[in-house]
């Protein structure tokens, strides 16, 4: 029989991942039964909220139980079948295992066309997560106008590089928010954020007064803590605040991190706060994806990868994403671009 | 010439406020000019953003400065005139001064109707304020629809008192939180909360799954701090939290208060969380106005008023909203009912 190596949740992290969370084992596979087919991952995506799942939180979803497989997303290719909705040589994308292969009936995958002029890692990287979790919180949450001041937070991050462009196509002013002064020439330069704050560099309410003066009409949050503090201190009145992620909290744990002290500025300045996860708008995915996949082939959408080689590597590599240690969208390349 | 007892803002607290914080003083009333008119201020109310008002928070107002009489909403009768759109004998209501008597061209104030069968303090208590927050909150922010499970926070305070009843008018489940059983029982016995939770009790999580395994649907916040941190425990997905009102935290001064620390429930639970201030659907009040009167006078809406006697008492009097000292709606009665 053939064998597959897989990543366990073997021991759960208190605080940061650590090198014992997930272990990586070989196993058989089984032979295909009716109606299952046969998927051997190219890619893994890593994504913020893969830290939550081996948490102890409430979440939107259920965790991985400790002695699982390690869940995620992925893209994979169909390489035997005996089911008749999945050919082989076709693609499929959907919520999966962080393994070489994967027995399964097929729930929980949907079919990924190949489009032609994208190679598939830069399909799945910016279509599969990312780029439907900008769109959605910027028009659906964020119900952004032209001429409004948008700011973004991790602005460099997976999901930030593109939700900075999908608010300028539509006529808004961006603001990003980065670490460190690469990130923020890239944010300027490449991506045409009109302006960027590097959080780094301090003084943050006084750095984005000085590029907002009037304030922000929506703040797309990624991060939390103070950056979240310091973006409801620059608020408009009236002004929307999608909360998109929460990265600085992840890594607590158990211990409940103290929230935002600008809390009070949900009155002061009339706010909505308004938080999503993109799992709950995977029916209207299609409808972003055309968009989005246009905007990549006309060249109006760029992106920046951050691929690691190698299954073998995905634990090390998730953890770059809490220490902003990734250059771009982060995934893993488990058996190259097919 | 006339003369009136009026209190200043005399030394910023930094906690509580203090003996000190205002100061009473007796002065001569300029003659009236051509276009002004002579109020007698009858009724003070007392609400929980004043404190706000005497602290150095950028606010949805322009705070009262140092050394500035102490503002405040208030109903008055006009004792001369020379502006002929307010007529001697008329009442107005407003956000006006707290002093026996102003000189005034009347701008901030309005005319209000002497309502048949409603004293002017029943009238003035629950229609100026905290009727048309209630409404608000309810209606215009929550959007509560009938079959909702709706939680009040502080639901024997002034607003809450009213919001309870107005969510059971649409069709709602209503839980109320108050501390101390006295509350407690008046809640669920004479104001017809479907549930009540004494947060004095404890374990405020444990209760509230008690009396809403399936969560709550729209919160109705107006204390903010581990209050705040339960209900967001225990929201549904996609619940509103409509935050009225923060009192917990109006005492911490320049120093910043935590935020709520289940604030990534607004991930996790999808949550919608809008503040709003009344002062700025102003123009609507006479919609809201007409509704709460006649459920007034149907007795549908049944209130209890905290009637302080006397000017001088009004800084001592304020004092009670945080400490929960008050039984009611707090309001002074500075000339009694015209």
Redesign the interface.
């Known amino acids: 029989m053939a064998e597959t190596r897989r990543w366990y949740f073997a021991r759960r992290p208190q605080h940061e991942i650590e090198a014992d969370t997930l272990q990586l084992r070989t196993e058989t596979l089984p032979a295909l039964a009716e109606g299952q087919m046969l998927l051997r991952t190219l890619y893994l995506s890593l994504d913020a909220t893969l830290r939550l799942w081996l948490s102890e ?4 979803i259920d965790p991985v139980k400790l002695g699982d497989p390690m869940k995620g997303f992925v893209v994979a290719e169909v390489v035997d079948s005996r089911n008749p909705n999945f050919a082989v040589g076709s693609l499929v994308t959907g919520l999966g295992l962080w393994s070489d292969y994967v027995v399964t009936d097929g729930s929980g995958y949907s079919p990924m066309p190949r489009l032609p002029g994208l190679p598939i890692g830069e399909a799945f990287g910016v279509l599969a997560i990312a780029g439907p979790t900008a769109y959605i919180g910027l028009h659906e949450i964020g119900r952004i106008k032209p001429g409004d001041t948008v700011m973004i937070t991790a602005a460099a991050g997976a999901v930030g590089m593109i939700t900075g462009q999908l608010a300028r196509i539509h006529g808004c002013r961006t603001i990003g928010v980065a670490g460190g002064a690469e990130k923020c020439r890239w944010l300027k330069q490449e991506l045409g954020y009109d302006e960027v704050i590097d959080y780094k560099r301090g003084n943050l309410v006084e750095q984005i007064r000085a590029v907002a003066p009037d304030g922000i009409d929506v703040l797309f949050e990624n991060v ?1 803590g103070e950056i979240l503090d310091a973006g409801l ?1 620059c608020m408009k ?1 009236f002004g929307t605040v999608v ?4 990265i600085s ?1 992840y890594n607590d744990g158990e211990q ?22 993109v799992l ?1 708008y995977i029916d209207r995915y299609p409808d972003y994806q055309q968009k989005l996949a246009a905007w990549m082939l006309e060249g109006r959408l760029k992106y920046r990868l951050h691929v690691v080689d190698g299954l073998e590597n995905a634990l090390e590599s998730l953890k770059l994403l809490y220490s902003s240690g990734n250059n771009g969208k982060l995934m893993v390349r488990v058996a190259g671009d097919a």
Chains 1, 2 share one sequence.
Do not use: Q
Not at 243 to 246: A, S, T
């Open positions: 939180w409430d979440l939107y939390g201190t009145n909360v998109c992620g929460l909290s409940r991190t103290p929230g935002p002290t600008m809390f009070r500025n949900v009155i002061m300045r009339r706010l909505r706060i308004e938080g999503f996860v709950d």
